[in-house]
């Protein structure tokens, strides 16, 4: 099931493209999709620019830095597994000089431990 993308009003629109932050999914499971997408439900403002699938699970773009970390956290107290929290210098504020950050969650599941077979 993948998340809803909300795009700006026109496709050529800068806008669209906007992320401040990158939730990394390790693996995307359904259930963890439906979870994500029930929480964006709840902030209309906040949006997934894009989705892109790798090797062993989903990065999603979303537009808030805060709620980013939010759906981290509940993931992890929902799911079993682990999250990292990083940050990446993306520019600096021509007019207060302060730094721009933007940051990334990844979210890995637990493996499901199989129970030994006693010989």
């Known amino acids: 099931m993948k998340p809803q993308i ?14 401040e932050a990158i939730i990394q999914l390790r693996p995307a499971t359904d259930e963890i999709m439906r ?3 029930n929480r964006l439900k709840e902030r209309p403002a906040v949006f997934i620019s894009r989705v892109e699938e790798t090797k062993h699970g989903v990065d999603l773009y979303l537009s808030s830095q805060k709620y980013a970390q ?6 992890k107290k929902a799911f079993d597994g682990e999250m990292k929290l ?12 302060k ?5 990334t969650v990844l979210f890995r599941l637990k493996p499901k431990e199989e129970p030994e077979e006693e010989d």
């Open 86 to 97: 990083s940050r990446t210098l993306h520019t600096q504020d021509k007019m207060s000089g």
């Open 6 to 19: 909300k795009k700006g009003k026109k496709p050529d629109n800068p806008h669209s493209l906007y992320f």
């Open 99 to 103: 730094r721009v950050y933007r940051i």
């Open 70 to 75: 939010t759906i981290g956290r509940g993931l």
């Open 35 to 37: 979870f994500i997408h």
